[in-house]
């Protein structure tokens, strides 16, 4: 290439990478090009080169693709969010499904898992194999949690908004279109009350200032508001007087202060002070009430979270007597999904807060046929399975992005639970995941995206897992050549295996 660094070049846009960078391709030298759409034509400017791809800024689209939609963020560039505002939503369903297919084809190794299209599904009982992605009807404000840094400008002024990609440069937006209209007026108060008071935004390159976070949540269904400040520090000067201007926010429930003094990129810290209210809201997602914490992990988008749900309880195939072990359940939001339909479901979380959260759930649900393990996947099931002997008829298991320790899938396969259930945040380590089980006894049965993060290019799957049994079996011809090639003859054999082990 002739190319060199801050050089213009024209070049069409041909696919897509799994961090939704457009990519094209100039007499076999590939580039990747941020903020552009299959089908586009554009101007790009280089910026990093390597022998055999390169890296290159969008200047200007000169020939938009049909996929192509004018981003409604004034910010979309800049800010590290969203990564598919540029690209209409049906091709963004297009564009994750494929993502996750490829995935379990290219690393998996599911080559016989068929496709099956939207009117299959609504032509009766649901087929098995790869499903359509479950989308959503209006993909704007579904966002039921923002976290918003704070900091100071060139001029000197606060400012909070969002990191811009790759960076920890702050890019001022008080009203982002995923988030909640309510997140715009608490940060006015925030800043409004912080210049008065002469509070100042954290600096983390100097570990000096006191406002560094702010995390808002609300519960969609109940309408409730929490905010949490996250200061480096034990008190806000006159904090009293902020939470009694954001007590006036209809809905607002909580507010506190979250103690983070570590030099650290880490958001929250351990300990929360209450200045108002209980410390918690409460939100539904279906029939099932939780009580949300600042320190809770708990699904971004409720909509879509009880459709990914009430597939992963579909999934599981429950009819009142089997026993259900929840791995990394959290705050035990799918357990108690479960629950409703076990005999008895154990769930396991290395967060004790979080457990602590789960059990103060079960018993706001009044159920008493779930039990809630603190520690680490791979640790307890093996113990609870060699030591204690608890069975389990369904393993369900929803993993962080590195996906499952492969002692906890070892320890799944010795269970011998008859399906297995795998909710995933990340459809490459999944695939590995699948390839193990798939190895080992377990055949992928239903596979179902759920797109809970529109304009970005995250995706949750649900997968159903069934074992085989010995009666599974394939049947095999295997061609031999004759040994003595004057004969010239061929002996054909069919051989019964047990698919379990093929």
Same mark, same amino acid.
Request: proline share 4%; aromatic share 8%.
């Given at each position: 290439?002739d190319?060199?660094k801050?050089?213009?070049?024209t070049?069409?846009?041909?696919?897509?990478?799994?961090?939704?960078?457009?990519?094209g391709?100039?007499?076999?030298?590939?580039w990747?090009?941020?903020?552009?759409?299959?089908?586009?034509?554009?101007?790009?400017?280089?910026?990093?080169?390597?022998?055999?791809?390169?890296?290159?800024?969008?200047?200007?689209?000169?020939?938009p693709?049909?996929?192509r939609?004018?981003?409604?963020?004034?910010?979309?560039?800049?800010?590290?969010?969203?990564?598919?505002?540029?690209?209409?939503?049906?091709?963004?369903? /297009? #564009?994750?499904?494929?993502k *996750?297919?490829?995935?379990?084809? %290219?690393i &998996?190794?599911?080559? =016989?898992?068929?496709? +099956?299209t939207e009117?299959?599904?609504?032509?009766g009982?649901?087929?098995?194999?790869f499903?359509?992605?479950?989308?959503?009807?209006?993909?704007?404000?579904?966002?039921?949690?923002?976290?918003?840094?704070?900091?100071?400008?060139?001029?000197?002024?606060?400012?909070?908004?969002f990191?811009?990609?790759?960076?920890?440069?702050i890019?001022?937006?008080?009203?982002?279109?995923?988030?909640?209209?309510?997140?715009q007026?608490?940060?006015?108060?925030?800043?409004?009350?912080?210049?008065?008071?002469?509070?100042?935004?954290?600096?983390? /390159? #100097?570990?000096?200032?006191l *406002?560094?976070?702010?995390l808002? %949540?609300? &519960?969609?269904?109940? =309408?409730?508001?929490? +905010?949490c400040?996250?200061?480096?520090?034990r008190?806000?000067?006159?904090?009293?007087?902020?939470?009694?201007?954001?007590?006036?926010?209809?809905?607002?429930?909580?507010?506190?202060?979250c103690v983070?003094?570590?030099?650290?990129?880490?958001i929250?810290?351990?300990?929360?002070?209450s200045?108002?209210?209980?410390?918690?809201?409460?939100?539904?997602?279906?029939?099932?009430k939780?009580?949300?914490?600042?320190?809770s992990?708990?699904q971004?988008?409720?909509?879509?979270?009880e459709?990914?749900?009430?597939?992963?309880?579909e999934?599981?195939?429950?009819?009142?007597?089997?026993?259900?072990?929840?791995l990394?359940c &959290?705050?035990?939001?799918i357990s108690l999904?479960?629950?409703?339909?076990?005999?008895?479901?154990?769930?396991?979380?290395?967060?004790?807060?979080?457990?602590?959260?789960?059990?103060?759930?079960a018993?706001?649900?009044?159920m008493s046929?779930?039990e809630?393990?603190?520690?680490?996947?791979?640790?307890v099931?093996?113990?609870a399975?060699?030591?204690?002997?608890?069975?389990a008829?369904?393993?369900?298991?929803?993993?962080?992005?590195?996906?499952?320790?492969e002692?906890?899938?070892?320890?799944?396969?010795?269970?011998?639970?008859e399906r297995?259930?795998y909710?995933?945040?990340?459809?490459?380590?999944?695939?590995?995941?699948?390839?193990y089980?798939?190895?080992? &006894?377990y055949?992928?049965?239903?596979?179902r995206?759920?797109?809970?993060?529109?304009?970005?290019?995250?995706?949750?799957t649900?997968v159903?897992?069934?074992k085989?049994?010995?009666?599974?079996?394939?049947?095999?011809?295997?061609d031999?050549?004759?040994?003595?090639?004057a004969?010239?003859?061929?002996?054909a054999?069919?051989?019964n295996?047990?698919?379990?082990?093929?």
């Amino acid at each position: 290439m002739d190319l060199k660094k801050n050089d213009i070049f024209t070049v069409a846009i041909e696919d897509m990478s799994d961090d939704g960078a457009g990519i094209g391709r100039q007499d076999g030298y590939i580039w990747f090009i941020k903020d552009t759409v299959i089908g586009d034509r554009v101007e790009a400017r280089v910026m990093k080169m390597k022998k055999s791809y390169g890296f290159a800024r969008l200047v200007k689209v000169t020939v938009p693709s049909p996929a192509r939609s004018e981003p409604l963020c004034s910010v979309a560039r800049q800010c590290g969010g969203c990564q598919l505002q540029a690209m209409n939503y049906e091709e963004q369903l /297009k #564009f994750k499904e494929n993502k *996750v297919y490829n995935n379990l084809l %290219r690393i &998996g190794k599911l080559d =016989g898992l068929p496709r +099956v299209t939207e009117d299959v599904c609504r032509a009766g009982e649901e087929p098995e194999g790869f499903l359509p992605i479950m989308g959503m009807e209006n993909p704007w404000r579904y966002r039921n949690k923002a976290q918003f840094p704070f900091g100071t400008d060139k001029a000197g002024r606060i400012v909070a908004g969002f990191y811009a990609g790759r960076t920890h440069d702050i890019i001022p937006q008080a009203d982002c279109l995923l988030g909640v209209e309510e997140n715009q007026r608490i940060l006015k108060i925030i800043i409004e009350f912080m210049e008065e008071h002469h509070v100042k935004a954290y600096d983390e /390159k #100097f570990h000096q200032g006191l *406002v560094r976070h702010v995390l808002i %949540r609300k &519960g969609f269904r109940t =309408g409730r508001l929490m +905010v949490c400040l996250v200061i480096n520090g034990r008190e806000l000067p006159c904090q009293d007087k902020l939470a009694k201007r954001l007590e006036r926010v209809e809905g607002m429930t909580s507010i506190s202060l979250c103690v983070n003094m570590e030099k650290t990129n880490v958001i929250m810290g351990e300990e929360v002070i209450s200045l108002f209210g209980p410390g918690y809201i409460e939100d539904y997602i279906g029939d099932i009430k939780y009580q949300i914490s600042p320190l809770s992990f708990y699904q971004v988008n409720p909509a879509q979270t009880e459709k990914l749900y009430r597939t992963a309880l579909e999934y599981a195939g429950l009819t009142g007597e089997e026993t259900v072990w929840d791995l990394y359940c &959290g705050i035990g939001t799918i357990s108690l999904f479960l629950a409703q339909k076990a005999k008895r479901v154990y769930g396991v979380e290395v967060v004790p807060q979080a457990i602590g959260d789960a059990r103060k759930n079960a018993a706001l649900n009044g159920m008493s046929n779930v039990e809630f393990f603190v520690g680490r996947a791979e640790e307890v099931l093996p113990e609870a399975y060699e030591r204690n002997q608890i069975h389990a008829d369904v393993i369900v298991v929803d993993p962080p992005r590195k996906g499952c320790d492969e002692k906890c899938l070892e320890t799944i396969v010795k269970m011998a639970p008859e399906r297995v259930v795998y909710v995933s945040c990340d459809s490459a380590t999944l695939a590995r995941d699948l390839k193990y089980l798939c190895g080992r &006894g377990y055949e992928v049965r239903k596979v179902r995206c759920c797109d809970m993060f529109p304009a970005t290019v995250h995706v949750e799957t649900v997968v159903l897992l069934s074992k085989l049994k010995p009666d599974d079996m394939v049947e095999i011809k295997v061609d031999l050549g004759g040994v003595d090639a004057a004969e010239e003859t061929k002996a054909a054999y069919t051989i019964n295996i047990m698919a379990a082990a093929v």
